[in-house]
């Protein structure tokens, strides 16, 4: 059960999840990692972490960050980069 877990995390992450887009939005939106984590409630090397792609953000923060970045769920989260 948790190998089947950390497998589909590692599927969200290289499939749906772009940490690079969410960094692009962030900066778009003239915010730095500290006022970012402020807006959403996290602390900001949760944000650090996110955008390196070591960390995946909860649905929560995602829906968080959406709504202080002023774009849609889907701008931060599909991938539509070559993955293979």
Do not use: C, W, Y
Not at 48 to 57: A, C, H, V
Not at 61 to 83: H, Q
């Amino acid at each position: 059960m948790v190998g089947l877990r950390i497998e589909l995390r590692e599927e969200l992450r290289m499939r749906v999840f772009s940490p690079t887009r969410f960094a692009e939005a962030r900066k778009r939106a003239g915010l730095s990692q500290n006022g970012l984590s402020r807006l959403v409630g996290i602390h900001f090397t949760s944000i650090s972490r996110i955008e390196m792609g070591t960390q995946l953000p909860s649905l929560h923060s995602l829906l968080a960050a959406a709504d202080a970045l002023g774009v849609t769920l889907d701008d931060l989260v599909f991938n539509t980069e070559e993955t293979d």
